[in-house]
């Protein structure tokens, strides 16, 4: 059983009678540093031979993330300082493409793969009420309006198309924002625009990424960034 253990490829040399294989060990960090002193250290709050996903900010100073600790992909809380790491859902299939707390700081949306597909998620802080709000098939990357009322979320994934849609924080009706193709969706402070990523012709025939602004007001995309 070669491919047990983090064993990821093996090959036999007849004549030798030697074994060659791959270890891939994998080792995931979670770590934490202070954005108003400059060149500060990291802390290290959570490391683990597990994957880590996506995280988020409660306003309590807890961080969510998504963990395979348990086994499968469930979503984990821990304090800033590192301390009391502990499982919060145990049956939610959370992935690591998004995960976002609400600002009103009451519930969880999430990416899960609980029914098949991916699907946009929800459930209190403490993993309680737990919701599906979207029905499609490749459904990642929720963002959370700052009045916690709206999920803003990307459909679609690679080789097809990927367009930005909103659903109530409820569920209910999936709507598409807007015609403007795009991936990972964040929604400003404001509540007035949407972030994407989007590819644009560069002018010699080279697709390069950018950063577009979607207004939610006309749904109409009214900035773009090189980077």
């Not at 080792?27 to 540093?33: A, I, M, Q």
């Not at 502990?86 to 493409?97: E, G, L, S």
Request: glycine share 8%; with cysteine.
């Amino acid at each position: 059983y070669w491919w047990l253990n983090n064993y990821s490829a093996i090959g036999i040399a007849k004549e030798s009678n030697k074994i060659l294989t791959i270890v891939e060990n994998i080792e995931s960090k979670l770590l934490v540093s202070d954005s108003k002193i400059e060149n500060a250290i990291p802390k290290i709050l959570v490391s683990e031979t597990n994957l880590i996903g996506s995280l988020d900010f409660a306003q309590d100073e807890q961080i969510f993330y998504t963990s395979s600790k348990s086994g499968k992909n469930e979503i984990w809380a821990v304090n800033i300082d590192g301390t009391e790491a502990k499982q919060v859902t145990f049956d939610a299939f959370a992935t690591r493409r998004g995960l976002a707390v609400s600002p009103d700081n009451t519930f969880i949306v999430f990416s899960s793969t609980k029914n098949g597909g991916h699907t946009i998620w929800r459930c209190d802080l403490n993993g309680k009420n737990l919701k599906q709000i979207s029905d499609g098939k490749a459904d990642i990357y929720p963002s959370i309006s700052p009045d916690s009322k709206t999920v803003y979320f990307q459909r679609g994934g690679s080789g097809t198309s990927t367009y930005v849609y909103q659903v109530s924080a409820n569920g209910g009706e999936q709507k598409k924002l807007s015609d403007t193709q795009g991936i990972r969706p964040m929604i400003s402070p404001s509540g007035t625009q949407l972030a994407i990523y989007f590819m644009e012709d560069d002018g010699t025939g080279q697709e390069t990424w950018r950063i577009g602004l979607i207004s939610l007001e006309n749904k109409k995309k009214k900035k773009k960034i090189d980077f």
